[in-house]
């Protein structure tokens, strides 16, 4: 069976930083699309990051330049390093993989881990 954990999440000071990881077991997510989304209370799930197999990643606009994210293959897994976190970035992040070309949108994937919670508060 194919299956995503994440793990990693935690509670930060705005301005601190958190790596999360995304262990798959079942399949290899080398070559294929993985993204990690997040959705915070009240608010739909929103894609954070993705990338095609082992070319450019993608961002969303409010993330750039502060999440990075990365894979390692020999571990067949998937990490989000997340500086400069923000209060709004407090949500629940998920790792998922998928095929499509519109990386944003939740219905390209079909395999999701269970979340793991990133909360940034003073």
């Known amino acids: 069976q194919e299956h995503l954990v994440e793990s990693g999440g935690g509670s930060v000071q705005p301005g601190g930083s958190l790596r999360l990881s995304c262990a798959a077991s079942?399949?290899?997510?080398?070559?294929?699309?993985k993204a990690w989304f997040r959705q915070a209370p009240g608010k739909e799930r929103e894609g954070v990051a993705a990338r095609y197999g082992l070319g450019s990643p993608y961002y969303v606009d409010s993330v750039k330049g502060r999440f990075t994210i990365s894979q390692d293959a020999a571990k067949n897994t998937m990490y989000l390093q997340m500086n400069g976190l923000k209060p709004e970035d407090t949500a629940v992040y998920y790792c998922?993989?998928?095929?499509?070309?519109?990386?944003?949108?939740?219905?390209?994937?079909?395999?999701w881990g269970p979340g793991t919670q990133v909360t940034v508060s003073s």
């Open positions: 998922a993989t998928g095929s499509g070309a519109s990386w944003q949108n939740a219905d390209m994937y079909n395999n």
């Open positions: 079942g399949y290899d997510i080398e070559h294929i699309l």
